[in-house]
């Protein structure tokens, strides 16, 4: 001690009390790790509360070099705690060419088990040195130092990676200098941000166990640069995600998947309930689409009518032989319907649910308790072989889908769906099933769907239905409530800068679909249908006040303006769905005005207070300023 790691443009050190410190080659400082809140361990002895330790409480250390790909510089081996029987080893190495370090963590001996880690590392950036926080928080924001707004709701709480962190990736910036952090072992991660206005902002990072111990080395990136805005840090994490085999476009799935193109020509359109009294209408609007020249993706998910569903929406229900009034036969036959007039049908499952009162399941799937009664969901460990049944029950009964929507199922994985005892299952485990599910399902010949976009899930899947879910928004909300609430910070497209174009999503912002979905009032979520490249949609033009299926009246003008603007949505989305967003820019200092690009060399242009766009590069537009049409 202490360490010193030279890089191209930085110097990286650790001290004796493990501080990180990074400055530049001419030893200007530029970052530090928080001195109030050092590196520490939760250990326990299986006997009780485990206890807090910090780790430079080591009295027996040891230096010694480290290598791991392109990373040099020390393993420092950590023992000697006090009333701990513990030996970890925490190496520091960085590549020289890149000044990306990395830190790594893991217990290599004793008796006593690691259950946490805590501040390895946290940064604090003061407001006066300016600059902002990238957080992958739904789409992406970035929180400005003189942000007036503190990160509302579970913000300055852990939130693990794979959820509401939709990214493994976050940045901070100050004047001159940036930092951008991959979390390369993602699955236990948990990661606070916290915003205090006119105060500073912090990153701070930490790991939680494994079933009970820290079972692998965590491994955390931090890339070190002087000038690095949040579309560079997007486009780094992209590379890092093609090299784990997370990045997978829609041409490479296409291959394997061809209906994926005509999925991106058509608009969804959404039947919430089934009721077998209103199919022959459905299928002449669904007629009628088509002639107007609108591809349509047929989703009718949640088959039942207003006094309740029938159970046909969990694994389990593929099952059985009557999932409910008339059982399969007028269900199929609609859906054969339905593809003879072009249409891409899309059905509906949910994982861990099960339907009171039916007879008929596989009791082996169900999660079984200490006494071995079932607990009501299925088993996780048993995901692949649930969703196996499900399809083959699918064949068996001749429906057939295109594309097949796993509801809940990429949204409701913290913390891991386990609920056997049985079967204790880690969150690592956790998404691999999931992956497997959806792998199953393309093999198939079928179109994998989800409900919310997560990046751990896009190798496998195809369509989400929302690019950003209202839960997974920054809002500075009144008193907590629902009522006028506005973005903390700027909502920025920084998934779809690194996944764009490797899945298709539609867009949960439109006061249609109800409060509970609405984007901010004072940003334009007509405009944001274009900023995020979101897939069209015919949801919004249903009313929840009216209930499901609201018919179509093909004599309104308010018909005659949706079906506009779906057409115009369509056409920009057709050109750029498959292209990749290459940038964003905030073109004005307060973000008024902003502008995307594709590798397909069509650009966009929004003027968020002129309520207006243009589309620059593409055939179907003439570059002037257009207002989005609202029925």
């Keep these: 001690m202490p360490v010193t790691l030279p890089g191209r443009t930085v110097t990286v050190a650790i001290d004796d009390a493990l501080r990180l410190t990074v400055s530049a080659r001419d030893g200007e400082p530029l970052w530090e790790s928080s001195p109030s809140r050092p590196p520490a361990v939760w250990v326990g002895d299986g006997c009780g509360a ?153 990153l701070d990072f930490s790991w939680a166990d494994a079933l009970g111990a820290l079972a692998y080395p965590r491994r955390l990136l931090i890339h070190f640069a002087r000038d690095l805005d949040y579309v560079a840090m997007a486009k780094r994490y992209r590379a890092v995600a093609r090299e784990q085999g997370l990045l997978r476009t829609l041409q490479e799935k296409a291959v394997e998947s061809p209906r994926i193109r005509e999925y991106a020509d058509n608009v969804l359109f959404r039947w919430t309930e089934w009721n077998g009294a209103d199919s022959e209408r459905l299928l002449g609007d669904l007629r009628r689409l088509r002639k107007l020249g609108i591809g349509v993706n047929l989703f009718y998910p949640k088959w039942g009518g207003p006094h309740g569903r029938p159970p046909i929406q969990n694994h389990q229900a ?53 006494d071995g009664t079932r607990l009501g969901h299925l088993s996780t460990h048993a995901a692949l072989d649930i969703t196996s049944a499900a399809l083959d029950g699918m064949e068996a009964r001749g429906l ?87 973005p ?80 115009t949505w369509s056409a920009f989305y057709r050109s750029i769905a498959m292209s990749e967003m290459t940038d964003h820019r905030l073109l004005s200092p307060d973000g008024a005005l902003q502008r995307t690009e594709f590798a397909c060399g069509i650009a966009a242009e929004f003027d968020l207070p002129g309520e207006r766009y243009r589309i620059l590069g593409s055939p179907d537009f003439d570059g002037a300023w257009q207002r989005p049409i609202s029925p």
Excluded: K
């Design 488 to 567: 903390v910070g700027e909502p920025i497209p920084l998934c779809q800068l690194v996944f764009h174009d490797c899945c298709m999503c539609g867009f949960s912002g439109d006061p249609g679909q109800g409060p509970r979905y609405d984007w901010f009032p004072s940003r334009p979520h007509r405009l944001y249908e274009l900023l995020y490249g979101a897939a069209p949609s015919y949801n919004w033009l249903l009313s929840p006040r009216d209930g499901y299926p609201v018919p179509i009246d093909w004599q309104s003008g308010r018909t005659a303006r949706a079906l506009h603007w779906l057409r």
């Design 50 to 202: 485990p206890r807090r330790l910090d780790l430079a409480e080591a009295r027996e250390r040891s230096v010694r070099p480290f290598a791991d790909g392109r990373y040099r510089g020390r393993r420092l081996t950590l023992s000697g705690y006090a009333g701990a029987d513990l030996t970890l080893d925490l190496c520091v190495a960085i590549d020289a060419g890149d000044d990306e370090l990395l830190v790594r963590i893991e217990q290599v001996a004793g008796e006593h088990a690691v259950q946490r880690v805590e501040h390895l590392y946290r940064f604090e950036r003061p407001a006066a040195q300016g600059g902002y926080l990238v957080l992958p928080h739904g789409s992406g924001y970035l929180v400005p130092a003189d942000c007036p707004d503190a990160l509302p709701g579970r913000g300055p709480e852990p939130i693990q990676i794979g959820g509401s962190w939709s990214l493994p990736m976050f940045g901070l910036t100050r004047d001159g200098a940036a930092l951008c952090a991959t979390v390369d072992t993602w699955w236990d991660a948990e990661v606070r941000a916290h915003h205090l206005p006119g105060d500073r902002s912090i």
């Design 400 to 486: 057939r889908f295109d594309a097949l929507y796993f509801d809940g199922y990429a949204a409701a994985n913290i913390p891991p769906r386990n609920f056997s005892p049985a079967h204790p299952v880690a969150r690592r485990q956790v998404f691999e099933h999931q992956q497997a599910c959806f792998a199953e399902t393309r093999r198939r010949g079928i179109i994998p769907a989800g409900e919310l976009r997560q990046f751990w899930a896009i190798p496998h899947c195809d369509h989400f239905f929302f690019t950003d879910w209202s839960g997974h928004r920054l809002s500075a909300r009144a008193d907590g409530q629902d009522a006028e609430h506005r």
């Design 318 to 370: 593929f099952l059985v032989d009557e999932p409910g009034d008339g059982g399969w036969a007028p269900l199929v036959d609609f859906a054969d319907r339905a593809r003879e007039l072009g249409c891409v049908t899309q059905g509906f499952i949910r994982p861990c649910e099960q339907s009171p009162g039916v007879t008929g399941y596989d009791e082996s799937f169900w999660a079984q308790g200490p």
